[in-house]
C-alpha cells in the first residue's frame, strides 16, 4: 500500500508531471494546451497512459474519502476542475459532478458526526483491473481499497473500518489523442461503500403468499432497553460466525460460489449464511425452492441460503432467528437486513462482527465491507426500513 503522507498539492504535482507527456502510436504528445499537436486518428492506450489512467482514478477516490474525514476537505486547494491538466485529466463535466460529489459527501460526514462517528484518517488504493478501448473511448475496470480509521476508539471498539468498491471508467480521446475522464459508474451490487452516493441496489421484489413470515420492522432510535444476548445453552458459537465473516469479507471462500458478478444478484445472503453455518447453523436439506429448507455448498443452495428475503422466511419460520424491535440492540452473531425502497422486498443482508459502546458494527458483501456501524448506515440512509434477526 502506498504511503499517503504528500500533500494535496504535491500528489496532484505527482500526477501532473506523469500525465504532461505520452506516447500515441510511437507519436510524443505535448499537453493539450500545446499549438500544433499531431492528430491522431486511432489513439492507443500504452502502458505509460494506462498508469496515468490509475494515478487520476487514484486522486478522485481519495478525494471522496477524505470528504469524510475531519479537517481533510477544508485542505483541498482548489476544486478539481481545476487540479488536473495534460494529457488525461477530467472533462468539465466530471469535475463539476465529482465537486458535487465531495460537497454532499461533506454533509454525510456532518450527518455521521452527529451520530457519533467521525473519522481521523483515512487510506485509498486503487488497482487498474483491465483497459477495453474502442475507437476513441477507452473503458477502464477499476478496484478501490479503503480503509477508515475510526476517530477516539476506546476499549473494543474497531479501529477502522473498511470496504471494497469497483468502478468503471470512461475516458474520450480528442483529436490529438489527449484522454479525458468523461464518466464513473460504480459496478458492485450492493451500491453501499459510506463513500458513494449511488443508490444502493433493490431485489426485485419476491413473490410470497400469506404462508410466509412477515418480520417487524426495527427501530433506529439509540439507547433503546439493553436486549443481551443468551449464551447458555446454545451450540451456537457466535465469536466464530464474526471470525468467519472478518477472514473472508474481502476474500472470498472458494467453497462457495461468488454471486456477486454481473446479473448474479449479489453476495450478501450467501455471504451470511456461511458465516452462520460456520457458527453452528445445520443444513436442512431439501427442495432448492421451499423456504423451510437450507443449505449450500459450492455444487448447490437452496434459496433460502443466498436469498435475501428467503432467508428471512427461513430463519423465521425455522424459529432459529427471533426478531429485534430496535438494531442498536443487536449483538455478535445477530443479522440486519434492510429495506432500501420501502416496497416490502429486503434488498440486503448483513451480519454483526464487533458491538462496542451499545453501537453494532456489520460486516458484508457487495460492497465488500468489514466492520461498518450501524450508526453509520442509519444516517446515510435514514428512509430505508431496517430488520433485525437475533441468532
Known amino acids: ?35 500544433g499537436a499531431a492528430v491522431v486518428d486511432d489513439p492507443t492506450v500504452d502502458a505509460k497512459t494506462k498508469a496515468t489512467f490509475q494515478r487520476l482514478a487514484d486522486a478522485v477516490f481519495t478525494d471522496r474519502t477524505d470528504a469524510l474525514v475531519t479537517g481533510k476537505q477544508g485542505d483541498r486547494e482548489k476544486p478539481l476542475t481545476d487540479g488536473f491538466s495534460g494529457d488525461v485529466k477530467l472533462s468539465s463535466g466530471t469535475a463539476r459532478t465529482e465537486d458535487a460529489t465531495l460537497s454532499s459527501l461533506g454533509q454525510r460526514k456532518d450527518k455521521l ?25 477507452a473503458k477502464a475496470a477499476v478496484t478501490e481499497t479503503t480503509t477508515l480509521t475510526y476517530a477516539q476508539a476506546r476499549g473494543n471498539q474497531p479501529k477502522s473500518t473498511g470496504f471494497q468498491a469497483h468502478h468503471e471508467l470512461t475516458f474520450k480521446a480528442d483529436r490529438q489523442g489527449n484522454w479525458q475522464l468523461t464518466n464513473i459508474r460504480d ?17 426485485k421484489a ?4 400469506d404462508t410466509m ?6 427501530a433506529t432510535t439509540r439507547n433503546p432497553a439493553a436486549k443481551p444476548k443468551t449464551l447458555t445453552g446454545t451450540a451456537l458459537d457466535y465469536k466464530a460466525m464474526a471470525t468467519y465473516a472478518e477472514k473472508y469479507w474481502n476474500n472470498y471462500n472458494k467453497d462457495y460460489p461468488d454471486f456477486n458478478g454481473h446479473g448474479a444478484g449479489g453476495d ?11 457458527g453452528g447453523w445445520k443444513h436442512v436439506p431439501g427442495y432448492v425452492y421451499d423456504y423451510t429448507k437450507w443449505f449450500g455448498n459450492n455444487e448447490i443452495q437452496s434459496d433460502s441460503f443466498v436469498g435475501v428475503n428467503e432467508w428471512s422466511w427461513f430463519a423465521q419460520n425455522s424459529k432459529r432467528t427471533t426478531p429485534l424491535a430496535n438494531v442498536y440492540q443487536l449483538e455478535v452473531g445477530d443479522v440486519l437486513q434492510m429495506d432500501f425502497d420501502k416496497d416490502g422486498s429486503k434488498d440486503h443482508t448483513m451480519i454483526v462482527t464487533s ?11 457487495s460492497n465488500n465491507t468489514l466492520r461498518r456501524s450501524v450508526a453509520s448506515l442509519v444516517a446515510s ?8 434477526y437475533r441468532t
Not at 504528500?6 to 499549438?35: K, Y
Not at 419476491?206 to 403468499?209: C, E, F, K, L, N
Not at 450478501?268 to 458465516?275: A, K
Not at 440512509?381 to 433485525?388: R, S
Open 187 to 203: 459496478t458492485d451490487q450492493g451500491g453501499l461503500a459510506v463513500n458513494t452516493l449511488s443508490k444502493p441496489t433493490s431485489v
Open 268 to 278: 450478501c445472503t450467501n455471504f451470511v449464511s456461511q458465516s452462520l453455518k460456520a
Open 355 to 365: 458491538k462496542s459502546g451499545g453501537v453494532p458494527y456489520v460486516t458484508y458483501h
Open 213 to 218: 413470515p412477515s418480520a417487524p420492522r426495527a
Open 113 to 137: 458526526a452527529k451520530a457519533g462517528e467521525t473519522y481521523s484518517k483515512a487510506s485509498t488504493t486503487v488497482t487498474l483491473n483491465a483497459t477495453r478501448v474502442t475507437g476513441r473511448t
Open 206 to 209: 419476491t413473490t410470497a403468499d
Open 381 to 388: 440512509y435514514p428512509n430505508a426500513y431496517y430488520y433485525a
Open 1 to 35: 500500500m502506498k504511503s499517503r503522507k504528500l500533500s494535496r498539492t504535491r500528489r496532484r504535482a505527482a500526477i501532473l508531471g506523469a500525465a504532461a507527456t505520452s506516447v500515441v502510436a510511437g507519436v510524443a504528445l505535448l499537453p493539450n494546451w500545446s499549438a
